[in-house]
T-cell receptor, first 113, second 113 residues
């Protein structure tokens, strides 16, 4: 079944820790995206990728980094987590043209204490 | 500069009523207009989408109305149900470009029983 998976679903971590949020899709989509969203609020694009070895920063400045070594995998890393990073992180993917719609994962709810 | 303006920010409707959410855009190159529905703890999911060659598209209780000259489109939910309570996002994309979907800021809909 074609889908997009995010792990972990919930993460509580201490300040200063390094974390990686995982995102994988089985649809062979070229483009992948990371959004930051406070619950029920606006979607903020923080990173996206056109394909393997392509990464771009989004509209919202973020201290996170991403990599795209394989088509299906688009992990997001925070080198040193801070309480201000507490949020929900949503991964999405699409075909090269966005007009065929995005498929979103269920998100990772990150809490930094 | 926000390219897709969505209103209202929140909406309360009685069960059985009609919910109406509006979006306006400036970029005349946009030619794909989807609506996404997001329940708490989940990622947004594509609900219904329209292209500008039609003025209306209906799927069950959900209808998109599109006004090309006014550069506006709206989502109508007929016979609104408590299960429709969610956050709704409009979006737009331009055909043939590498552009991403541009999302509105979202509308939180509550349907009261």
């Amino acid at each position: 079944e074609a889908d997009i998976y995010q792990t972990p679903r919930y993460l509580v971590i201490g300040t200063g820790k390094k974390i990686t949020l995982e995102c994988s899709q089985t649809m062979g989509h070229d483009k992948m995206y990371w959004y930051q969203q406070d619950p029920g609020m606006e979607l903020h694009l923080i990173h996206y990728s056109y394909g393997v070895n392509s990464t771009e920063k989004g509209d919202l400045s973020s201290e996170s980094t991403v990599s795209r070594i394989r088509t299906e995998h688009f992990p997001l890393t925070l080198e040193s987590a801070r309480p201000s990073h507490t949020s929900q992180y949503l991964c999405a993917s699409s075909e090269y043209w966005a007009g065929n719609g995005y498929t979103f994962g269920s998100g990772t709810r990150l809490t930094v204490v | 500069q926000q390219q897709v303006k969505q209103s209202p920010q929140s909406l309360i409707v009685q069960k059985g009523g009609i919910s109406i959410i509006n979006c306006a855009y400036e970029n005349t190159a946009f030619d794909y207009f989807p609506w996404y529905q997001q329940f708490p703890g989940k990622g947004p999911a594509l609900l219904i989408a329209i292209r500008p060659d039609v003025s209306e598209k209906k799927e069950g209780r959900f209808t998109i109305s599109f006004n090309k000259s006014a550069k506006q489109f709206s989502l109508h939910i007929m016979d609104s149900q408590p299960g429709d309570s969610a956050t709704y996002f409009c979006a737009a994309a331009a055909r043939g470009s590498q552009g991403n979907l541009i999302f509105g800021k979202g509308t939180k809909l509550s349907v009261k029983p």
